[in-house]
C-alpha cells in the first residue's frame, strides 16, 4: 500500500489532470447539458467504472501489450472513434420539444452508465496513460506491486469521480436554460454532435 505522503501526491495530481480538458470531461458537460445532471452523473459513475478495467490492464501487464501493439492500439480507437460518431449521430437526430420546468427526461441508468464505460475503456490513450503513470508512484519494496497499483487506481477513480460530478453539476444548471427554447435545444444537439465528430477524428488520427 502507497504511503501517506505518496497518496496524498498522487491525488493532488489525479485531481489536476481530471480537470485538465480531454474527451471524457467535455463528455461529461456535453451529456449533463443535453440530458440533464443524471445524465451527466451517471455517465460519470460509468467512466470511472472503465478505469477499473485500465487499472487491471496495467496491474496485469495488459496495457504494456497494447502499447507495444501498433494493431491492437488502431483496432481499439477506431472502435472508440466509431462509437464517437454513432453518439454525434444521436445528438444531430435528438427531437426538440417544450420541456415544463422540473420534469426530467426519463432515462435508462444502465444505458447511461454504459456509455461512460465504453467510452472510457475503448480510449487505449487512457490505458497507455495508466502504464506511464501509475507506476512512477509505485515502490517495490512496499509490497505487492498489483496491490499497489490497484490502491492507486481507485485514488483515481475517486479524483475523476469528484471532478466530473461537479463537472456534471454546473453543466446541468445551463443546459436547463437552454432546454426552455427550442432554438437553443436544436443549438446545444447539433453542439453536442460537432464536439462528439470532432472527439471521434481526434481519436481516430491519435498515435501513441
Not at 427531437?95 to 420534469?103: N, Y
Not at 475523476?160 to 446545444?188: D, E, H, M, N, P
Request: proline share 4%; glycine share 10%.
Amino acid at each position: 500500500m502507497p504511503t501517506l505522503d505518496t497518496a496524498l501526491a498522487f491525488f493532488g495530481l489525479s485531481i489536476l489532470l481530471s480537470l485538465s480538458p480531454g474527451p471524457d470531461n467535455v463528455f461529461v458537460l456535453m451529456q449533463s447539458a443535453t440530458q440533464g445532471r443524471k445524465a451527466g452523473l451517471l455517465v460519470t459513475l460509468g467512466l470511472c467504472t472503465g478505469l477499473i478495467g485500465h487499472t487491471a490492464a496495467v496491474a496485469l501487464g495488459l496495457a504494456a501489450l497494447l502499447a507495444a501493439s501498433a494493431t491492437a492500439f488502431t483496432l481499439l480507437k477506431l472502435a472508440g472513434a466509431a462509437y464517437l460518431l454513432y453518439l454525434a449521430w444521436g445528438a444531430f437526430r435528438a427531437p426538440v420539444g417544450p420541456m415544463a420546468a422540473g420534469v426530467a427526461v426519463a432515462l435508462n441508468p444502465w444505458r447511461m452508465v454504459g456509455r461512460g464505460v465504453v467510452m472510457n475503456l475503448s480510449n487505449p490513450k487512457v490505458g497507455i496513460f495508466f502504464l506511464a503513470f501509475l507506476p512512477q508512484f509505485v515502490r517495490p519494496e512496499a509490497g505487492s506491486v498489483a496491490l499497489q497499483v490497484a490502491w492507486l487506481g481507485g485514488l483515481f477513480m475517486l479524483a475523476a469521480l469528484l471532478v466530473f460530478g461537479t463537472l456534471a453539476w454546473f453543466a446541468s444548471l445551463i443546459g436547463a436554460r437552454f432546454q426552455r427554447s427550442l432554438r437553443a435545444q436544436r443549438a446545444l444537439n447539433w453542439s453536442a454532435g460537432t464536439i462528439f465528430v470532432g472527439l471521434a477524428a481526434r481519436l481516430a488520427w491519435s498515435e501513441k
